[in-house]
């Protein structure tokens, strides 16, 4: 009896905390940015590259973060994402969120969806476009705070651009 009454007091207190879950793989339903249908971010990435100009192939990721530090770019605690196959220049994705509050978007772009990261290939960007070096982007070893990337949602639609940046 007192090892469970110490497991759960370890559980509560976060000391003994359960591995991060990732959020969900979600569609991308354009017509939760319609008016009246937030809170939810309309994504503009600009700038989708080619592979070596030849073809569009491979996986561009999205991803939403809660604003908090201990989420931000944490591997496994994104809230959702949505996956597309690339289409040149421009693309418009919307990502709804659980409630009004502080969040932050990251893009990537696996050029040539091999599912690895690519450095000389790959591409990336966040919300605010924060300027950083594009390996940094790439890489994901990126100096990016969340600061730099964080912007407000109320009941509405929000909409951000974020510019790709590739190596």
């Known amino acids: 009896m007192k090892k469970?009454?110490?497991l759960s007091g370890l559980i509560v207190t976060g000391l003994f905390a359960l591995p991060a879950q990732a959020g969900d793989v979600i569609s991308n339903d354009m017509s939760k940015c319609d008016a009246g249908q937030g809170p939810s971010v309309l994504v503009i990435v600009r700038?989708?590259?080619?592979?070596?100009?030849?073809k569009l192939d491979g996986k561009?990721?999205?991803q939403t973060y809660n604003g908090t530090k201990q989420d931000w770019l944490k591997r496994g605690r994104w809230l959702s994402r949505v996956e597309s196959l690339p289409i040149p220049g421009t693309m418009r994705f919307?990502?709804?969120?659980?409630?009004?509050g502080n969040y932050a978007v990251a893009?990537?772009?696996?050029?040539?969806?091999?599912?690895?990261?690519?450095?000389?290939?790959d591409g990336g960007g966040f919300s605010n476009n924060p300027k950083l070096s594009n390996f940094r982007v790439i890489t994901g070893r990126t100096a990016v705070k969340l600061s730099s990337a964080q912007f407000h949602?109320?009941?509405?639609?929000k909409q951000i651009v974020i510019d790709m940046k590739y190596r």
């Not at 700038?47 to 030849?54: D, E, F, I, M, T």
């Not at 893009?107 to 690895?116: E, L, P």
């Not at 949602?153 to 639609?157: E, K, S, Y």
């Open 4 to 6: 469970t009454i110490f």
């Open 47 to 54: 700038g989708v590259r080619a592979n070596n100009g030849k």
């Open 153 to 157: 949602i109320g009941t509405d639609v």
């Open 94 to 100: 919307c990502m709804p969120v659980p409630k009004p």
């Open 60 to 62: 561009v990721r999205v």
């Open 107 to 121: 893009v990537r772009h696996d050029i040539n969806g091999n599912g690895k990261t690519d450095i000389n290939n």
